[in-house]
C-alpha cells in the first residue's frame, strides 16, 4: 500500500487541479505498480449474478480498491460504497482519496473489511 501512498502524494504535490481519473493510473505504471482501472464487480442477487453491479476506479496489485473523489467533503455515501467494495471483493483494504482538501492527508481515508 505504500507505493500507492506516495504516487498518490506525489500527484497531490504536482498538480494543482484534482487529476483526471486516468492520470493516477498513469502515474502508478511509470512506477512498475500494478493496476486494473474500472473493474465491475458483479452481484449476485437471488441466485443471478449481474457481471457488473458496481465498478470500482482503481484496483492495485490485486487487493487494494483505490476511489478518487474531489468534493467538499467525503460523506457516510462515499464510504458505504467502498464498505460495499469490501464485502463483494473480499479484498482486505480500500482507499478513498479526496484531492478536493488542503492537505491530502486530509483527503485519504482507509476502510478495511471487517
Not at 506516495?6 to 493496476?35: C, M, Q, T
Not at 496489485?61 to 467525503?74: A, D, F, M, W
Request: hydrophobic content about 40%; some cysteine; overall charge positive.
Amino acid at each position: 500500500m505504500e507505493p500507492v501512498l506516495k504516487s498518490i502524494g506525489f500527484l497531490a504535490r504536482d498538480s494543482w487541479n484534482p487529476p483526471a481519473k486516468s492520470v493516477p493510473a498513469h502515474e502508478l505504471n511509470g512506477r512498475g505498480i500494478a493496476y486494473v482501472r474500472q473493474l465491475g464487480l458483479p452481484l449476485h442477487y437471488k441466485g443471478i449474478k449481474l457481471d457488473c453491479g458496481y465498478r470500482v476506479g482503481l484496483l492495485v496489485e490485486s487487493n487494494v480498491g483505490v476511489e478518487i473523489k474531489s468534493v467538499n467533503e467525503l460523506t457516510d455515501v462515499h464510504k458505504a460504497q467502498l464498505l460495499t467494495y469490501l464485502r463483494i471483493s473480499g479484498w482486505p483494504l480500500d482507499l478513498l482519496v479526496n484531492f478536493n482538501v488542503s492537505r491530502l492527508r486530509r483527503g485519504i481515508k482507509r476502510l478495511m473489511h471487517t
